[in-house]
């Protein structure tokens, strides 16, 4: 209901401002550590802006004023707070902040005033992220025969990196290497002894960041190489894994009247 007339009133708000965009939510902007971020905001077309005031908050912390746009170029309020020099004047409209820092995340408001008295504000969530690590490949032997090796692979990034990872596809035809894909990064492959390639590669991606890494399955299963040497117990845990994976893939769901009671 509330939802409902929220809609409607910026139906009729887009409508009397001539499709410009009211926007009460942060549009989401993701910089990594050490990298650089443009803060752009979005334009009705035919208006001109007189100027732009932007702003940063920190949490609970207070909103200070970091820059302004205006007739007179770029200013800084004050020169000596926590961006320093860090701040730049993209072009007319875009602020551009250098050398992220871990406490530049927060929210930055763009309060921009158009020709002839229109105001419009607009605003930034930035994230600043650790640059993307290289994921992590675990591995569980779960069986060895000679003439098969079947092992459980897990792809996996640090929590709270804000990343994807998935295993490549790019497997194609490798004679003697069976791969099925679990979820959530997880593979289930057989690998037959001397087969021609054995390497299965995983990506991790967070916006335009990617970074890969593979691993070699006959070192894992015929070299003890890269993989991580399995306790007892490690197998009976993988093995659960994979019951339960299995169970949830593979059986057709009963309908719930067809359940024993
Ligand atoms: C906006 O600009 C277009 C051309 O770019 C023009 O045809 C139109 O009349 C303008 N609208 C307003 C409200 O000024
Ligand atoms: C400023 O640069 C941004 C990013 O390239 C662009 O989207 C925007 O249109 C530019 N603004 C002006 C006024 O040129
Ligand atoms: C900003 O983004 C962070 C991380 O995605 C999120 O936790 C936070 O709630 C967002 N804040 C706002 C005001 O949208
Ligand atoms: C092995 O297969 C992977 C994945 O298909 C491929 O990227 C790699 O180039 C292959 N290596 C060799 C030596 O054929």
Not at 9 to 14: D, I, P, Q, S
Not at 58 to 75: R, W
Not at 77 to 104: C, H, Q, S, V, W
Not at 212 to 226: E, M, T
Request: hydrophobic share 40%; with cysteine.
């Amino acid at each position: 209901m509330g939802r409902c007339r929220g809609g409607l009133f910026g139906v009729a708000l887009l409508a009397t401002t001539i499709g410009f965009a009211a926007r009460a939510q942060p549009r989401q902007v993701n910089g990594v550590l050490g990298g650089s971020v443009l803060l752009s905001p979005l334009l009705p077309r035919n208006k001109t802006v007189k100027e732009i005031e932007w702003s940063f908050s920190a949490g609970a912390g207070a909103t200070i004023q970091v820059a302004e746009f205006g007739p007179g170029g770029f200013k800084r309020p004050d020169p000596k707070d926590r961006f320093k020099e860090r701040l730049e004047m993209f072009n007319a409209t875009a602020l551009k902040i250098r050398a992220l820092e871990r406490g530049d995340s927060g929210v930055y408001g763009a309060r921009i005033k158009l020709h002839p008295a229109l105001v419009e504000d607009q605003s930034f969530n930035l994230s600043v992220y650790e640059p993307l690590p290289e994921p992590g490949i675990r591995s569980w032997l779960l069986s060895k025969s000679p003439a098969w090796c079947h092992l459980l692979l897990e792809c996996h990034l640090p929590s709270r990196t804000g990343g994807t990872v998935a295993w490549m596809r790019g497997w194609g035809e490798p004679g003697g290497v069976r791969v099925r894909a679990l979820c959530g990064g997880v593979l289930q492959v057989g690998v037959q002894p001397g087969s021609p390639n054995t390497t299965l590669t995983c990506r991790a991606w967070r916006a335009l960041e990617e970074r890969r890494r593979s691993i070699h399955l006959a070192s894992v299963c015929w070299n003890g190489g890269d993989g991580v040497r399995p306790g007892r117990w490690t197998v009976v845990a993988a093995g659960m894994l994979l019951a339960a994976y299995a169970a949830r893939l593979e059986f057709p769901k009963v309908p719930p009247w067809h359940r024993p009671q």
